[in-house]
């Protein structure tokens, strides 16, 4: 097995930096969802149409913000679990290991490691 790069000078650190980045800002934007949210709460209490709500609302609505939020963390998660399978295939983990780890197939991690290598190439 070779010596392990130092942190920060690999993909796979990078692309795990760029999901805590990407969940700090999710973090973030739900908050202001959830507020939003809240505040619609509030105003359908105290007895507002939804018609009136809903054509009111600013943007992006409560669900908008939502659907941003999860597609973008699909994407970072994506990134950094394909780069972390190819991080553990390099240090020689098998792949049934990696299906193991990841609790998924090993056709699946296959599916990872070909798309690593197709975007390696690109």
Known sequence: MSAPPSAGDDAA??????LVDRIDRSVEELQRARTRA????????A???????????????VVESISTVLSALATAGHAWRREEAAALQ???V???RIA???????QRI????REYDTAADG
């Open 90 to 92: 390099r240090e020689d």
């Open 94 to 96: 098998s792949i049934n």
């Open 100 to 106: 193991a780890l990841f609790g998924v197939t090993r």
């Open 47 to 61: 007895g507002r149409p939804w018609l009136e709500l809903v054509t009111t609302e600013s943007r992006p609505l």
């Open 110 to 113: 296959s599916a990872l490691l």
């Open 38 to 45: 809240v505040t619609l709460l509030e105003e359908r209490a």
């Open 13 to 18: 650190t990078r692309a795990l930096a760029a």
